[in-house]
C-alpha cells in the first residue's frame, strides 16, 4: 500500500481502478487486501486446491453454487473470472487447474437455470473453444466432453445472437485426426464426431439459433462423418480376412458412433432439410468413387432410409433418381450401380407413398429406361460396354418391381396401366429403338404383374388395358409377343397352375390341377372378351417367325384361360378357337412344316385339358381316341413334345382319322351334355368372322379383295349362312345374336386398311376401272331414269287435267267464299 499515493490531484475512478488491480493481484486467502475482493471472486478462488492433485474443493464448490442460484445476476461474472483464470492456466500449461475450471463450470451450468444463463454460457463457451484451440488432446478431449454434457442441458430462454459455426469447423476437423498413435487418433477422431453429435442436438431444436441445415455446415458434418463409417468398416474388413478374433465393430468405435450420429441427424430432419442431408452424401459418394462397388453405398442409403421419418422416406428415392438423372452420361457401371442401390431402398419408400407420388417415381424409372434405350451408342463401343448397359435396365426394371411389389393391389393396376400406355403401339417398325423401347417397357410391365394377385378378372383387366396388351400381342417382332403372353400368365393364373403347364402335354391328370369353380364375373368376363382375346391369340399363331417358345406359350395361356374362366357356358367358343388353329394348320400356306405339326400338337394338347377341366368325358374319351391313332399310323409328330425340325415324309404328314373331325366332334359334345340346341345353325362354324380372314388382309392386295367373303361361312364344307331368312326374330333368338357373333373392331379395322391400301399401291388405271361403272350397274341406272320419268310425265298429266277442268273443286262447295 505504500506505492499507492493518495494525493487529491488523482481522481476517484483512478484511484478505484488502482485498488482493483492491486486487490486482483492478491490471490493469498491470509491476506488482509483478499478480503476487500468482490465475493464471488473470493468464492471462485476458493474451489482451486493449493496443489492440483487434491482436484476441485467440493465444500467451497457448493458454497459457489449456492451462491450463483441465490445471485443469479452475478453469473455472467462468474463465467468471465473463471476464463480469465482458466485462460491464464492454459497459457501456463497448468493443464490439472483448467481441468478443475472445467468441472467447476459443467456444475454450475447443471445447476442453473436463471434467465442469466446465456451470459455464463457465452463464457463457457469462449472456454471450450480456447481448449479446443490448443495443440494437446487432452484438453481436446476434456473440452468436447464438457461440451456434448451442455448440448444435454435445455435452456429455459432462447438464445438470439449465439454461433456454432467454429464448433462445426474444428470437430469436422477432429475426425480426420491422423495422428500418429493410433489409440490418440480414435480417440480424437470419437471426439469429434460427438462433437458434432452435441452441436446437432443444441441446434436443430431451436429455429433461433444459426441454421446448422445451411450447406456450409452440412457440407463438413456429413462427410466427416460418412469417412469414419467407411474408415472402420474398412478396417472391420482388414481384421476378419486376417483371422483375428477381437471385436472392432464394438458399439463405442467410431463407425458406430458415426452411424448413430448420421441417423440421429436425418431423424431431425424435417421435409425441407432432407435434401440438404441427402445431397452431401451423394458429393462424397462422387467425390470418392464409391458407387462401384456400391456396397458403402447401399448401407449409408438403408441407414437414412430407416432412420428418416416415414413420410418423407420417398424424398430420398426422388432425390437419389435426381442424381441418377444428372449421372446420364456417366460409365453404365456408375448408372448400374447407383440404379442396384436405388432397387434396394425403393421398396422402404413404397408404403408411404401415394398418389401422384407413385407415377411420379415410375414415370422417372422409365424415362430412365426410355433414354438408356434411344442412347445413340459411339462407334467405338465395346461388347463390355453394350453388357453395362444391358444390367443398368435390368437394374431399373428390377428397382420398378422391388417399389411396385410393396404397392396394394389398386395401385398395381393403375401402374401396369400407365406402363402400358407408354409402350409404343405398332404393327411393325424398322427402328430397332423403338423395338427396343417395347420390349423394355414390357419387361417392367412383366415385373410388375408378377407382384399382383389376381382375385377378379374384370379388375385385374380394365378394358383400356386389356385392348392394348392384345393390339400388342398380334406385333410382328416374336420376342415382344412372347413377353406380352408372360404377362398374361402371371395375370390370368390365380392358383399357381403355369408352371404345370409351361409346356404341351397329352399326359393330364385332373388331380395334378389346382381348379375353383368358375364365378358368375368371370364368367360374365369371358363372354365380354373371348371374341378379343381368341382373335388376338389365333392372329399371333399366323405369324411365321413363331418359335416353340412362342407356341408353347400360348399354349400355356390357352390352358389358364381353360382352368380360370371356363364353363359348360362358355366352352363352344373356346373349341371354335381351337377347331380354328387346326384349319390354319391345315390350310395356310405360309406356316412351315414344323410349324404346323407344333399347332396341331397344341390342338390337341388344349382339347383333352378342355374335356379334363369341364368333366366331358365323351369328349375325352374322343381325344384319346385320336392321341391313339397317332402313335398307330406313325403321326407322333402331331403329339407333344414341340421340337424345332422333325424328319417327315411328305406323303405321311396328315395319315387319315388323325385330325378331329367335326361331325365325331359333335357328336361327343352331345354326349357330354352340352346343350348346342341354343345355338342358331351348326355349332362347329369356325366363326372366320371374328377370325377376319387373317390369311387375305396378310397379303395386303387389293387384287384379292373381290374374291373375300366377308362372311365366309360358306367356305367350309357342311357350312350354312347363320341367319335363314325363316330364322327365329324372338327377343332370345336376338340377344344370342349379339352375344355369339357380334361385329368386331377388327372386322371394320381390316376393311378400312384395305380400302387405304388400294388407293395408295393401285395404279391411276385400274382405280378408273374400279370407279367405272359395270354393265348391270348402267342398266339398272337407265331403268331408275325411266321409273322417274314416267312419274314426272304422269304428274304433268294430272296437272293438265286439273287445269282443264270447269270450276276447281273448292269453288262449288264453298261458293260464298269467292263470290265477287
Known amino acids: 500500500m505504500s506505492n499507492v499515493s493518495f494525493c487529491c490531484c488523482y481522481k476517484q475512478a483512478d484511484v478505484m481502478k488502482c485498488v482493483d488491480t492491486i486487490v486482483d493481484k492478491c490471490t493469498d486467502p491470509g491476506c488482509c487486501l483478499s478480503r476487500m475482493r468482490p465475493r464471488y471472486k473470493r468464492l471462485v478462488d476458493n474451489i482451486f486446491p493449493s496443489l492440483p492433485q487434491d482436484g476441485l474443493v467440493k465444500n467451497n464448490m457448493e458454497k459457489l453454487t449456492f451462491y450463483a442460484l441465490s445471485s443469479p445476476e452475478k453469473l455472467d461474472r462468474i463465467g468471465e473470472y473463471l476464463f480469465q483464470k482458466a485462460s491464464r492456466d492454459i497459457s501456463r500449461k497448468r493443464n490439472e487447474f483448467v481441468m478443475i475450471a472445467m468441472e467447476a463450470m459443467d456444475q454450475l451450468l447443471v445447476a442453473c437455470h436463471a434467465q442469466t444463463l446465456n451470459l455464463f454460457v457465452e463464457s463457457y463457451l469462449r472456454i471450450v473453444q480456447k481448449l479446443l484451440e490448443s495443440s494437446e488432446p487432452s484438453l481436446q478431449i476434456l473440452a468436447t466432453q464438457s461440451f456434448v454434457r451442455f448440448s444435454n442441458i435445455e435452456e429455459d430462454t432462447p438464445s438470439y445472437h449465439r454461433r456454432y459455426d467454429f464448433f462445426v469447423s474444428k470437430f469436422s476437423s477432429m475426425c480426420h485426426n491422423n495422428n500418429p498413435n493410433l489409440a490418440t487418433m480414435e480417440?480424437?477422431?470419437?471426439?469429434?464426431?460427438?462433437?458434432?453429435?452435441?452441436?446437432?442436438?443444441?441446434?436443430?431444436?431451436?429455429?433461433?439459433?444459426?441454421?446448422?441445415?445451411?450447406?456450409?455446415?452440412?457440407?463438413?458434418?456429413?462427410?466427416?462423418?460418412?469417412?469414419?463409417?467407411?474408415?472402420?468398416?474398412?478396417?472391420?474388413?482388414?481384421?476378419?480376412?486376417?483371422?483375428?478374433?477381437?471385436?472392432?465393430?464394438?458399439?463405442?468405435?467410431?463407425?458406430?458412433?458415426?452411424?448413430?450420429?448420421?441417423?440421429?441427424?436425418?431423424?431431425?430432419?424435417?421435409?425441407?432439410?432432407?435434401?440438404?442431408?441427402?445431397?452431401?452424401?451423394?458429393?462424397?459418394?462422387?467425390?470418392?468413387?464409391?458407387?462401384?462397388?456400391?456396397?458403402?453405398?447401399?448401407?449409408?442409403?438403408?441407414?437414412?432410409?430407416?432412420?428418416?421419418?416415414?413420410?418423407?422416406?420417398?424424398?430420398?428415392?426422388?432425390?437419389?433418381?435426381?442424381?441418377?438423372?444428372?449421372?446420364?452420361?456417366?460409365?453404365?457401371?456408375?448408372?448400374?450401380?447407383?440404379?442396384?442401390?436405388?432397387?434396394?431402398?425403393?421398396?422402404?419408400?413404397?408404403?408411404?407413398?401415394?398418389?401422384?407420388?407413385?407415377?411420379?417415381?415410375?414415370?422417372?424409372?422409365?424415362?430412365?429406361?426410355?433414354?438408356?434405350?434411344?442412347?445413340?451408342?459411339?462407334?467405338?463401343?465395346?461388347?463390355?460396354?453394350?453388357?453395362?448397359?444391358?444390367?443398368?435396365?435390368?437394374?431399373?426394371?428390377?428397382?420398378?418391381?422391388?417399389?411396385?411389389?410393396?404397392?396394394?393391389?389398386?395401385?398395381?393396376?393403375?401402374?401396369?396401366?400407365?406402363?402400358?400406355?407408354?409402350?409404343?403401339?405398332?404393327?411393325?417398325?424398322?427402328?430397332?429403338?423403338?423395338?427396343?423401347?417395347?420390349?423394355?417397357?414390357?419387361?417392367?410391365?412383366?415385373?410388375?404383374?408378377?407382384?399382383?394377385?389376381?382375385?377378379?378378372?374384370?379388375?385385374?383387366?380394365?378394358?383400356?388395358?386389356?385392348?392394348?396388351?392384345?393390339?400388342?400381342?398380334?406385333?410382328?417382332?416374336?420376342?415382344?409377343?412372347?413377353?406380352?403372353?408372360?404377362?398374361?400368365?402371371?395375370?390370368?393364373?390365380?392358383?399357381?397352375?403355369?408352371?404345370?403347364?409351361?409346356?404341351?402335354?397329352?399326359?393330364i391328370s385332373k388331380s395334378d390341377i389346382n381348379l375353383e369353380k368358375c364365378s358368375r364375373s368371370d364368367t360374365i368376363f369371358i363372354r365380354k372378351y373371348a371374341q378379343d382375346i381368341y382373335v388376338s391369340i389365333y392372329e399371333s399363331l399366323e405369324m411365321t417367325n413363331n418359335t416353340v417358345d412362342n407356341v408353347e406359350a400360348v399354349y400355356t395361356t390357352l390352358a389358364l384361360i381353360c382352368i380360370e374362366l371356363l364353363s359348360e357356358e362358355t366352352v363352344l367358343d373356346f373349341i371354335r378357337l381351337i377347331l380354328s388353329i387346326q384349319e390354319l394348320a391345315i390350310t395356310n400356306a405360309v406356316l412351315s412344316t414344323q410349324q404346323k405339326f407344333n399347332l396341331h400338337s397344341l390342338v390337341i394338347s388344349v382339347m383333352l385339358l378342355v374335356a379334363i377341366v369341364i368333366d366331358l368325358h365323351p369328349l375325352k374319351d374322343y381325344i384319346e381316341k385320336i392321341i391313339e391313332q397317332r402313335k398307330l399310323m406313325n403321326a407322333t409328330h402331331l403329339l407333344p413334345e414341340l421340337s424345332v425340325h422333325n424328319e417327315i415324309k411328305s406323303s405321311c404328314l396328315l395319315p387319315a382319322g388323325v385330325l378331329i373331325e367335326e361331325p365325331e366332334l359333335t357328336e361327343a359334345l352331345k354326349a357330354s351334355g352340352i346343350d348346342i340346341t341354343a345355338e342358331t345353325g351348326p355349332i362347329l362354324t369356325h366363326r372366320r368372322s371374328w377370325v377376319d380372314n387373317t390369311n387375305m388382309s396378310m397379303k395386303g392386295s387389293f387384287t384379292d379383295l373381290s374374291n373375300l367373303d366377308l362372311d365366309s361361312v360358306n367356305s367350309t364344307p357342311a357350312m350354312q349362312r347363320r341367319f335363314s331368312p325363316n330364322e327365329d326374330l324372338s327377343f332370345e333368338a336376338m340377344k344370342r345374336s349379339l352375344l355369339d357373333n357380334p361385329v368386331t373392331k377388327s372386322e371394320q379395322n381390316t376393311k378400312q386398311s384395305q380400302l387405304c391400301d388400294m388407293f395408295r399401291n393401285s395404279s391411276f388405271q385400274d382405280l378408273v376401272a374400279i370407279s367405272t361403272p359395270s354393265k348391270d350397274e348402267e342398266s339398272l341406272h337407265s331403268k331408275i331414269t325411266e321409273v322417274f320419268n314416267k312419274v314426272e310425265l304422269s304428274n304433268k298429266l294430272l296437272n293438265v287435267e286439273t287445269t282443264n277442268q270447269s270450276t276447281p273443286i273448292y269453288e262449288s262447295l264453298f261458293p260464298e267464299l269467292f263470290a265477287f
Open 187 to 507: 480417440m480424437i477422431r470419437m471426439a469429434g464426431i460427438k462433437g458434432i453429435q452435441g452441436v446437432i442436438r443444441k441446434t436443430v431444436s431451436d429455429d433461433l439459433v444459426e441454421n446448422i441445415w445451411e450447406p456450409v455446415h452440412m457440407d463438413k458434418i456429413v462427410p466427416s462423418l460418412l469417412f469414419n463409417m467407411h474408415t472402420m468398416k474398412t478396417k472391420s474388413e482388414i481384421v476378419v480376412d486376417s483371422g483375428i478374433s477381437e471385436e472392432v465393430n464394438d458399439k463405442n468405435d467410431s463407425f458406430s458412433l458415426a452411424e448413430s450420429c448420421l441417423r440421429e441427424l436425418i431423424g431431425r430432419a424435417s421435409f425441407g432439410h432432407v435434401k440438404s442431408v441427402i445431397r452431401p452424401v451423394l458429393k462424397h459418394l462422387d467425390a470418392h468413387h464409391m458407387w462401384v462397388p456400391n456396397v458403402f453405398a447401399t448401407q449409408c442409403f438403408r441407414i437414412l432410409m430407416f432412420s428418416i421419418q416415414s413420410q418423407y422416406s420417398y424424398a430420398v428415392v426422388e432425390t437419389l433418381m435426381t442424381h441418377l438423372d444428372e449421372n446420364s452420361n456417366a460409365s453404365p457401371k456408375i448408372r448400374t450401380s447407383i440404379a442396384d442401390v436405388l432397387s434396394k431402398i425403393i421398396a422402404i419408400a413404397a408404403n408411404e407413398s401415394v398418389g401422384p407420388t407413385v407415377l411420379e417415381i415410375i414415370n422417372s424409372l422409365l424415362t430412365n429406361l426410355r433414354t438408356s434405350v434411344t442412347r445413340r451408342p459411339p462407334s467405338n463401343i465395346g461388347l463390355a460396354e453394350s453388357d453395362g448397359e444391358n444390367e443398368y435396365r435390368e437394374a431399373l426394371i428390377h428397382a420398378l418391381g422391388e417399389f411396385a411389389a410393396h404397392l396394394p393391389d389398386y395401385q398395381k393396376i393403375e401402374i401396369m396401366m400407365f406402363i402400358m400406355s407408354k409402350v409404343p403401339q405398332f404393327k411393325s417398325s424398322n427402328n430397332p429403338n423403338d423395338l427396343h423401347v417395347q420390349r423394355m417397357c414390357l419387361k417392367s410391365l412383366l415385373m410388375v404383374s408378377t407382384k399382383y394377385s389376381s382375385v377378379q378378372m374384370n379388375a385385374t383387366f380394365p378394358q383400356s388395358f386389356l385392348d392394348l396388351l392384345l393390339k400388342t400381342l398380334t406385333v410382328s417382332e416374336d420376342e415382344i409377343r412372347f413377353i406380352v403372353l408372360r404377362i398374361l400368365h402371371t395375370l390370368l393364373d390365380r392358383h399357381a397352375n403355369a408352371a404345370k403347364f409351361s409346356k404341351a402335354t397329352v399326359d
